[in-house]
């Protein structure tokens, strides 16, 4: 366990669907990220949240929607998704992003849209 | 624009033998270097990291070489072993507009042949 948790592990959706996925992190962290991992790519950073204030947006397309209530819990709100977004989708939590540390990273969500 | 060039994009070595992957980058601002492991089902974890005032930090089987001069850097596993096999990832990250956020290389898939 690295402290991050992402629930659900495997997500099957429909391209009319609306889902979230939850990250969890008890590191007392105050830097939160989303990645997305698809095969042979690099780690392609989505999101970033520093205090619970969004700093990065790395042009996602807005059917990719994040929403950070406080420093522990990120989610990404999912709909109408398309195949291509099918990838591991990683949570990611470090101290703050000033300060150069390590990322600690979730097991991710298996994500497939049908 | 990849930023941080990776390889080989996979590497198969003998239990005992050295494996060895390479990094270079084009930033010169970039001045933390870290390398991550990732296993089948999780996610991405440090492994190893060094920062460009020394040419070469150890622990234990693991090894970073760096030449500043070069924009290259290289993770060494001694005495590769079955265990060992999994994804690495190299990352680059530098202070710029006050954020420490890495970028990724796309990641060498390493099996350990026993």
């Known amino acids: 366990e690295t402290g991050v948790t992402q629930t659900p592990r495997h997500l099957v959706m429909g391209m009319t669907n609306k889902k979230s996925l939850k990250c969890e992190q008890h590191?007392?962290?105050?830097?939160m990220y989303w990645y997305k991992q698809s095969a042979k790519k690099p780690l392609e950073l989505m999101f970033v949240y520093n205090f619970k204030e969004q700093t990065e947006n790395n042009s996602v397309p807005s059917r990719f929607s994040p929403e950070c209530p406080n420093s522990s819990h990120l989610f990404l709100h999912l709909h109408t998704l398309q195949p291509e977004d099918s990838a591991l989708y990683l949570c990611a939590s470090s101290q703050e992003i000033t300060v150069v540390g390590e990322a600690f990273f979730g097991q991710g969500t298996r994500l497939t849209v049908v | 624009q990849q930023q941080v060039k990776q390889s080989p994009q996979s590497l198969i070595v003998q239990k005992g033998g050295i494996s060895i992957i390479n990094c270079a980058y084009e930033n010169t601002a970039f001045d933390y270097f870290p390398w991550y492991q990732q296993f089948p089902g999780k996610g991405p974890a440090l492994l190893i990291a060094?920062?460009?005032?020394?040419s070469e930090k150890k622990e234990g089987r693991f090894t970073i070489s760096f030449n500043k001069s070069a924009k290259q850097f290289s993770l060494h596993i001694m005495d590769s072993q079955p265990g060992d096999s999994a994804t690495y990832f190299c990352?680059?990250?530098?202070?710029?507009?006050?954020?420490?956020?890495?970028?990724f290389g796309r990641g060498t898939s390493l099996i350990v042949h026993p």
């Open positions: 590191l007392g962290h105050n830097a």
């Open positions: 060094i920062r460009p005032d020394v």
């Open positions: 990352a680059a990250s530098a202070r710029t507009g006050g954020s420490y956020i890495p970028t």
